[in-house]
């Protein structure tokens, strides 16, 4: 596990878009496995940046989401794809078809389980995961629980979760209450995961998922069994790992 603690999130944002371009330019051909909420915001818009400063190129490698939510559409403004698209895909040079996430609106979910977990299988490995975490220590919507699950499935969402991401949408009746994620054992095969947490309010959930037991009631504990795990914190969520 390899600690980076820079002093703004600005600061995380140029390290990790460094590390993607890194990859690229040895490995046009990598498998990027992506992740959304607020804090790889600042990442996709340095790539977007760097793509159109001519210095990376997407143009050969595939990417892979996290998850998405059930019951909104693809469209609606708050869907992972709307995200990634509006954050990082129509700026970029990625290839039509390159980009996969989970259908949240397939009519059959389990069935849409397995075609996911089929691509990332035929795949290969992923060569550099990207990840949050949530407050409650979850991973992708791997939510705490008394187990996880390791391939593709469909998560009903933590109320803390619904509360935390309800500040996306106009009310919190309108958070989806289920989603569909990548499974743990999909975001451990990777080569390479680099976990971003900024924020003080991240600082006490981090430092018990990276100190303390690894147990299914943190899923980002688990991340501890990673052999090639970057951590990258901001001053503040890094706080109780410097006092
Ligand atoms: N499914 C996503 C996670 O992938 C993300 O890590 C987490 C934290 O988001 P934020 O970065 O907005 O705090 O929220 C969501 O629930």
Known sequence: MRFHILPTAADIHEQVADQFCKLLSEQPFSKLGLATGSTPIGIYTSLVRRFRAGEVSFRNATSFNLDEYVGISEDHPESYHSYMDSKLFQHIDLAPGSSYLPNGNATDLQEECSRYDNLLRDAGRIDLQLVG???????????????????????????????????????????????????????????????????????????????????????????????????????????????
């Open 133 to 243: 975490i949530g407050h409650n220590g979850h991973i992708g919507f791997n939510e705490p629980g008394r187990s996880l699950r390791s391939g593709t499935h469909l998560v009903k969402l933590d109320e803390s979760t619904r509360q935390a991401n309800a500040r996306f949408f106009d009310r919190i009746e309108d958070v989806p209450t289920q989603a569909l994620t990548m499974g743990m054992d999909t975001i451990l095969k990777a080569r390479t995961v680099l976990l971003v947490v900024t924020g003080a309010d991240k600082a006490a959930t981090v430092h018990r998922a990276l100190t303390g037991p690894i147990e299914t009631e943190c899923p980002a504990s688990l991340l501890q069994l990673h052999p090639d795990l970057h951590v990258y914190m901001d001053v503040e969520a890094g706080l109780h790992f410097t006092e």
